[in-house]
Every structure is written in structure tokens, then in C-alpha cells.
């Protein structure tokens, strides 16, 4: 295997659990958005997929990281991510923390605990937010804010997939220490329903990621740019769901996901809170003659 359609799963942005360069973002920013997300989509597939060899994933990132790096030929995702991060005089570097990510899936398959499992996040979720802030021109003082956002939405996928990544690629992102705790292991995960031994288990993830998404709950509130603070309103409610959902709801049996009609409603929610905080931050601003507007 050794083109980047050797492994692609034909996944698209429009089947991702959270928004990707959805219509609140400023048209003439999707295309950027849409470059980053096809870049680590196809990074993605490779690291993911069931059969090819570690030694050939591995490959194949490495073209990726040369294309980025400006290598004509090397691989067209990363060709085409570099050409819009020197049109836009934006660094590569949350790409290439997204191949460590990546290179990891590839030759790890667990994690000890939360701590590592939170030093992966930082490679594999936080540099999207980073890159959304970079592109939209706002604060890196934002990062810390987006980088718990980010860590929760990847739990959420990990708990909402935990069955799926142990069955088809013996992968596992429960941290091992907190299943020894309980007293069970990671063949738990090919049941098909969980032990009351891992209900705990997800349920004390569900409470950390809780505390992450506590962490974030002020970041749409303070992005300066309207379209982005209303999408990560959005995601910010589809994310308390889902993890009020994983508390209640056992991922190896039920569903979790949110149906479209759902996902319509929160999103609208998250979106309405966003833009009620706006306008009254606005309303409370002194007038010229020191009154509140």
C-alpha cells in the first residue's frame, strides 16, 4: 500500500460527530478549513486502517509530513495544505502535531492513564482549535480554553466508539489504570453490553470530561469573531449532551449519537445562547454620555 487511496475509508466532513466548516463559518474561510480537515482525514484513514502494515501507515505519514513541508509530489493532501497555510501566512505546526497523533495510533494501543491519554488529546484534538483560532485571526490566549474543548470532543468519540476501536483494530483509549480500578480489562470491551465494572468505568470518564467541557464553557463568550463564537456555541451544547448521554447510556449497546432532529435543536440552543450573551455584553456598554446602552 502505498498511494493515499489505498486507505481512505471515503469518510467526508458531513459525517463527522461535530460540525466541520459548517455554515456559520465565513465562506471565504471554508475552503481553508476544509484543507486542514481533508489533511487529517486522510492521515487519519492511514492510521486507522484494519489491515495495512504498521511499517506502511508509518510510510505514508511520512509523505503526508513531506508534502506539508512543501515536497512537490509527495502527497496531495499535504501539498494542498501547505499551499493554503503560505497563501495565508499561517504556520504548519498544528498539521505536524496531528501526524504525532497519528504516528501514535499507529504504534500505540493504550494508554496508562488519564494523564497520557490527555498528552495525546494534546497532539490529536488541540491543534484543530489552535488552527481555527490562527485562521480566524484571534488570541492565543484563547488556546487553553479551546484545548479543553477540543480534549473533551475527542473523549467523547473514544467512549462513544470504545467497542468499535477494540473489535476492528485493537485499539484502546480507556486508560488502563481506571479499568484495573474497577477491576476489569479491556476485553470488557468486546461484550456486547458493558459490565457494571465498565459502566463505572465510562461514567467516571463522563464526569472528567464534564470537568473539561466546565473549562470551555467561557471560550464562545470570548472569540471576537461573531461566526465562530456561534459555532463554538454549537458544539459546546452538542458536547454537554453527549456526555450527559455517555453517563446514561452504555456505547457498547445502545445509541449515543444524536439523531439530525436533535442535533438540529441543540445546535440551535447553543447557537441562541451564544448570541443572547453577545447582545447583552453590547447593551451594557457605556454610551458616550456614561449611560448603559
Given at each position: ?15 463527522e460527530?461535530?460540525p466541520?466548516?459548517s455554515?456559520?463559518v ?13 489533511f ?11 489491515t ?25 493532501e499535504?501539498?494542498?495544505l501547505?499551499?493554503v ?5 499561517l ?5 505536524l ?45 484563547l488556546?487553553p ?16 466508539d470504545?467497542a ?10 480507556i ?7 474497577h ?8 461484550a456486547e ?14 464526569r472528567r ?6 473549562q ?14 456561534l ?14 448521554r ?7 449497546s ?16 447553543g ?6 450573551g453577545?447582545?447583552?455584553?453590547v447593551l ?8 448603559r446602552?
Open positions: 500500500m502505498t498511494e493515499v487511496a489505498d486507505f481512505t475509508s471515503g469518510k467526508d466532513h458531513r459525517g460527530n461535530f466541520v466548516a455554515r456559520l465565513r465562506p471565504e474561510l471554508r475552503p481553508p478549513v476544509l484543507a486542514f480537515y481533508r487529517a482525514r486522510a492521515a487519519d484513514d492511514v492510521a486507522d486502517h484494519a495495512a502494515a504498521a511499517a506502511d501507515k508509518l510510510a505514508q505519514l511520512a509523505r503526508m509530513r513531506a508534502g506539508l513541508r512543501g515536497e512537490a509530489g509527495a502527497n496531495p499535504g501539498e494542498a501547505h499551499a497555510l503560505r497563501a495565508r501566512g504556520t504548519d505546526r498544528h498539521a502535531d496531528l501526524l504525532e497523533a497519528f504516528r501514535r495510533d499507529v504504534t500505540q494501543r493504550r494508554y496508562a492513564d488519564w494523564a497520557g491519554l490527555m498528552d495525546y488529546c494534546r497532539y490529536s484534538a488541540a491543534p484543530v482549535g489552535r488552527f481555527m483560532l490562527d485562521l480566524h485571526g484571534e488570541s492565543p490566549a488556546w480554553a479551546s484545548d479543553a474543548l477540543c480534549a473533551a470532543l475527542q473523549v467523547i468519540n473514544h467512549l462513544q470504545c468499535k476501536d477494540y473489535r476492528a483494530i485493537d485499539r484502546v483509549y486508560p488502563l489504570d481506571t479499568l484495573a480500578a477491576g476489569t480489562g479491556v476485553e470488557a470491551l468486546g453490553r458493558s459490565s457494571p465494572a465498565l459502566r463505572q468505568v465510562i461514567t467516571g470518564l463522563t470530561t464534564d470537568g473539561l467541557l466546565r470551555s464553557r467561557p471560550f464562545a463568550g470570548r472569540i471576537a469573531d461573531r461566526r465562530l463564537a459555532e463554538v456555541g454549537v458544539i459546546q451544547a452538542l458536547a454537554e449532551s453527549l456526555t450527559a455517555l453517563a446514561r447510556r452504555d456505547p457498547l445502545q445509541r449515543v449519537h444524536h439523531h439530525p432532529i436533535e442535533a438540529l435543536g441543540l445546535a440551535l440552543r447557537g441562541l445562547g451564544v448570541a443572547a453577545r447582545l447583552g455584553r451594557k456598554r457605556p454610551g458616550r454620555d456614561g449611560s446602552r
